[in-house]
């Protein structure tokens, strides 16, 4: 109103100042408004808008009745006001005859932008500012356009923690073009404010339930510490603080006053809330944050009442539910086991077909610490499966998918295999985890369903550059891994991208070299559905390794060759449950040794020697849902390898003397393995949706026997424990099994390796999920030893080992990573194998 009347001052004034300088010099009576007609119009002081538009806009058109003093003029210079394209805009009388007048409109324009630049900031810091204030060359500068700009780079530095910045804006005349003018932000940032404490007031019944982790705190500390773990972003400076910075910021810190008030009701307390917070600025520069709380009364559960059960009683919910009388009340936890839990209540109704079915809970009684919960249920009728679709999978072919998903057409709709169908798609590797989703489209009149499984295609094809040191020698490595290859497009030449790939096989080459002293070729193919019907796998494999010394001085070649193939059966079973499998694996080694002069477990120089075994493996696989970094589940395996018994059916006397050529020309052995690994979510999501905090804990357990004691253990077949597993070859066929904080292979005793153990816990935390790139940190402790024979063993007698690491993930590359691990125990006879140990991780798990 203030502005609109400044307005119609404004415009008397121009009307009489004007007036009074006219033609005929005709006074206007202001305390007498006149109706006049007006007689034409101009615009004076813009030289780059259109006059007809602006005319326009104020309807002063020629021939129109105004009256003078009166509303006509003040709509008008309101309404070019309002344009903001002016920096003045008046409106004058410029000649009368009679009742007739003249008007003038002047107008002056703003400048426009030439440029703009940032003084006080860093170059990156610069182009993320220009992304956020958006300032276009030509625009007119306005006082909202510098406003905004300068409220934007304020928000900017606010979120970085710097809470005190300024900004000043300078605008310079562009003497290089008309009407421009170049602006110049100059920031200063000043220093970064840091939360130095977090204090509460009020918080006095929080802090006096004890746990093992926190016993040793005071009532006080202990509530304090409670509410400040409560607040994922607001954090005060400490010195152990390394994942979130100390820095206030707006929106974050009303979101963590939320979870102050989550972590009192989950602590029972349904009325607590926050009376006020205050912001304190310490001498030293950083603040202090101060939050009042009213803790208000503690509750517990009393009674809880089904109504509306009809497929279930009420004493089978009960036991569902979990909660009992007297525990205290905690509606997240009461949702949560209603809603979300895999186990919880509208889990088992949904395992049933009851996909169209509700749980409200209804607090029917609060009497004086007590609540009364009445579950209101709503059955509905059982949902069958209409129709099931996929989408976004571009380059992964339709059946690879369908082959995998537990929901079919004309089924009950289950929940239990939803889940299932999510896990089994992330588990193939070719989708993005976290981007597996599905969409339900209900039908509660036709009592159906239809389910659209969203996936997102990702890079899978692999490609390894390494080098590696064993046996004195440097090896290099190259490895090509196509994990969703297409055998039947091989001859299809528009198929090659720059594979054919779209069927879910799997396609490994790998070379491996150091010079002409060793060479190791190897190559795989698997097909996880043999026949196209069933999840059954078949696997072939081959691979020539050679040492040799091709020296053209020394005239004396030696070496050391290995060739082998295998064949291998696999299948998904149906009992215990369809998590387990069966694996079996018929495989044929050649060993060709020419006077070797280092043979290492052969025991000769010169000969032959063939090893035809059999392999079965059952195991259990239920770890993810993200394979890269599973958060629940586990995986079991138990193998077992064996010969034929060579020396208890030829008939032959191996006490006697016999030559290492005849004793070895069959190798004989029976090998077993057992392993188990767990993952459980110590803090964070389960489902791998968000960050979590993840024990893994695995053991392992080989041993490799012999048929006769008189032939002796294999001289080829052996454990190598101790170091990274990185030997840069492997030329006899040995086990590799890491164990860090030792050196590679120092554990092993020096006549073989045939019996082993090792445990490992092991602490992760991602601090990145993003498929194309996968971080996580690790903390670990471990134990293990070999040993040569049964009669030595001793599963305590084992070498321990902590230390830290990192993995890093990228589809194209694999599993990288470096640990550092320290070896307590000393080795006799190995000075130097064990403490202070760098470790590298190239492709396999630990």
Not at 195 to 204: T, V
Not at 825 to 844: M, P, R
Request: charge should be neutral; hydrophobic fraction near 35%.
């Amino acid at each position: 109103m203030k502005k609109i009347l400044q307005i119609i001052i404004f415009s008397c004034i121009s009307l009489y100042l004007n007036a009074q300088h006219s033609s005929n010099q005709t006074v206007i009576d202001y305390s007498n408004p006149k109706e006049y007609e007006i007689g034409g119009v101009t615009i004076s002081g813009i030289q780059y808008l259109d006059h007809n538009v602006l005319l326009y806009l104020t309807g002063l058109e020629i021939g129109n009745k105004i009256t003078i003093p009166g509303d006509d003029i003040t709509k008008a210079i309101k309404i070019l006001w309002e344009q903001g394209l002016f920096s003045d805009v008046k409106i004058s009388m410029t000649r009368q005859i009679n009742d007739v007048v003249f008007l003038d409109i002047y107008l002056e324009e703003r400048p426009r932008l030439s440029k703009f630049s940032f003084t006080g900031v860093k170059k990156g810091e610069a182009d993320d500012i220009r992304d956020l204030i958006k300032l276009v060359k030509g625009t007119q500068i306005t006082e909202n356009t510098i406003l905004y700009s300068e409220k934007k780079i304020k928000d900017y530095f606010i979120d970085k923690g710097f809470r005190n910045v300024s900004v000043n804006t300078k605008q310079e005349i562009d003497t290089s073009l008309v009407n421009s003018k170049v602006l110049i932000f100059e920031i200063d940032k000043a220093n970064r404010v840091k939360i130095e404490n977090i204090n509460f007031i009020g918080n006095e019944n929080i802090g006096e339930e004890k746990k093992f982790y926190d016993f040793y705190l005071s009532q006080e500390k202990r509530s304090d510490w409670k509410l400040r773990r409560a607040m994922k972003d607001t954090k005060q400076k400490t010195w152990y603080n390394i994942f979130k910075s100390s820095k206030m910021l707006p929106q974050q810190f009303e979101d963590d006053k939320k979870n102050i008030i989550n972590k009192y009701n989950e602590l029972g307390y349904r009325d607590a809330r926050i009376i006020s917070d205050s912001i304190i600025n310490n001498p030293d520069g950083t603040i202090s944050v101060n939050i009042q709380i009213e803790e208000g009364k503690k509750y517990y559960f009393r009674n809880i009442t089904w109504v509306g059960n009809t497929k279930y009683n009420s004493e089978l919910l009960d036991r569902v539910l979990g909660i009992k009388k007297g525990d205290v009340y905690n509606h997240k936890l009461l949702n949560e086991r209603l809603l979300y839990d895999p186990a919880g209540v509208m889990s088992i109704y949904q395992d049933n077909g009851y996909l169209f079915s509700n749980i409200n809970p209804v607090e029917i009684l609060v009497e004086n610490d007590s609540i009364d919960i009445e579950m209101r249920i709503y059955e509905g009728k059982q949902a069958r499966i209409n129709r099931v679709d996929i989408s976004g999978n571009t380059r992964t072919n339709d059946h690879v998918i369908v082959r995998e998903i537990r929901t079919r057409p004309g089924s009950l709709y289950k929940r239990s295999e939803v889940q299932r169908t999510i896990r089994e798609l992330a588990q193939l590797g070719y989708f993005d985890p976290e981007k597996l989703n599905v969409d339900f489209q209900p039908d509660p009149v036709n009592g159906t369903v239809d389910l659209e499984y969203l996936v997102e295609e990702k890079s899978t094809d692999q490609i390894e550059l390494s080098g590696g040191y064993g046996g004195g020698i440097i090896v290099g490595t190259l490895g090509l891994t196509f994990n969703n290859f297409s055998l039947r497009n091989i001859f299809n030449a528009k198929a090659y991208h720059p594979l054919p790939s779209g069927d879910g096989q799997r396609l490994a080459l790998r070379v491996q070299a150091s010079g002409l002293w060793y060479q190791n070729y190897s190559f795989s193919f698997i097909e996880p559905w043999f026949g196209g019907k069933k999840p059954n796998s078949f696997t072939t494999s081959a691979y020539h390794s050679v040492m040799s010394n091709p020296s053209f001085q020394d005239t004396t070649t030696y070496y050391f060759k290995v060739t082998g193939v295998g064949f291998g059966l696999g299948q998904r079973l149906r009992v215990p449950d369809d998590y387990f499998t069966l694996y079996n694996e018929l495989s044929f080694k050649h060993y060709n040794l020419k006077d070797y002069p280092n043979p290492g477990f052969a025991l000769y120089r010169t000969g032959r020697s063939n090893n035809i075994s059999f392999k079965t493996v059952l195991g259990r696989s239920s770890s993810g849902p993200n394979p890269i970094f599973p958060t629940t589940g586990s995986n079991f395996s138990l193998s077992v390898e064996l010969t034929p018994p060579y020396s208890l059916l030829n008939g032959k006397d191996y006490s006697a003397n016999m030559t290492p050529q005849e004793r070895y020309k069959w190798i004989e052995y029976h090998k077993y393995k057992f392993s188990g690994q767990w993952f459980t979510t110590l803090a964070g999501s389960r489902d791998g949706s968000s960050r979590a905090l993840v024990l893994m804990s695995k053991f392992e357990f080989g041993m490799l026997a012999m048929y006769n004691k008189e032939v002796g253990p294999s001289p080829f077949e052996a454990f190598q424990v101790g170091g990274d597993g990185l030997y840069g070859y492997n030329l006899y066929g040995l086990e590799t099994i890491g164990l860090r904080g030792y050196a590679n292979n120092s554990l092993t005793p020096n006549n073989g390796g045939n019996i082993y153990d090792k445990f490992t816990l092991e602490l992760r935390y991602p601090l990145s999920l993003a498929p194309t790139a996968t971080l996580y940190m690790i903390g670990f402790i471990e134990a293990g030893n070999a040993w040569f024979a049964s009669e030595n063993f001793d599963p305590f007698d084992l070498k321990r080992a902590a230390g830290v690491g990192v993995r890093f993930f990228m589809p194209m590359i694999g599993m990288l990573g470096v640990d550092w691990g320290y070896g307590f125990d000393e080795l006799s006879g190995s000075a130097g194998a064990n403490g202070s140990q760098f470790h590298f991780v190239i492709g396999q798990q630990f």
